[in-house]
């Protein structure tokens, strides 16, 4: 893939036209599951991410709940930028989370965390309950990394930015490999620095 760098963007390249339908799919053995995510279509997933955001687990964390129109007219925005992915993950064909995917640069952490052209960051929560644990999350996140760096060679680093006191799902991330780089402010949030190299990735998880 050749790099087309617009004029207009201060060097960022062209991003590719986002796809639609599932991206990936893996066997989990130890799970005996199908893990796979697809793209989130509005008009079916949308009263199922109104439902996750307003659930106090999520809301307390993520601070988007809101009505079904408000959500509507969120994702219809996050659907025409195209600095980010949104993406359903199921388990066995149910979806049982959102994931947001973006290219770091062009994102507000951008400036937080040195990030090159084709780095990636993520925003991840659970909605469905049944589908919680470390052992769901020792499925999907590696998946979710691993579709990542599968997706776009040159992407060298993952990063994350969760809640400086989100505990749970800042361990999720080491187990995973992530390092905590740093903790900063964010105009709304105390964040924490969370990144993964693809080298260190593919070394833990060699059978990705």
């Known amino acids: ?57 999520v809301a307390f964390f993520w601070e988007e709940d809101g009505s079904l129109q408000e959500h509507r007219a969120h994702l219809e ?19 049982f989370g959102f994931f947001d995917v973006y290219w770091a640069k062009e994102d507000r952490i951008g400036p937080h965390c040195n990030a090159g052209l084709y780095d990636r960051g993520i925003h991840m929560l659970v909605g469905e309950e049944h589908h919680r644990g470390p052992h769901k999350v020792a499925c999907w996140l590696p998946s979710l990394v691993h579709y990542l760096f599968q997706d776009e060679p040159r992407t060298q680093r993952i990063v994350s930015e969760p809640r400086s006191d989100n505990d749970r799902m800042i361990n999720h991330l080491q187990n995973t490999g992530f390092d905590r780089v740093r903790d900063f402010d964010f105009p709304h949030k105390r964040a924490a620095l969370m990144s993964l190299s693809r080298e260190r990735f593919f070394e833990r998880f060699p059978i990705c």
């Open 77 to 95: 925005t996050l659907a025409k930028d195209p600095h980010c992915l949104q993406l359903i993950g199921c388990f066995d064909g149910e979806p």
């Open 1 to 57: 893939m050749n790099t087309v760098i617009t004029q207009d963007r201060a060097g960022i390249p062209v991003r590719p036209s986002k796809p639609v339908g599932e991206v990936y799919r893996r066997y989990d053995a130890r799970l005996e599951s199908l893990i796979s995510f697809r793209t989130l279509d509005i008009r079916e997933d949308l009263e199922r991410f109104n439902r996750w955001q307003n659930s106090p687990r």
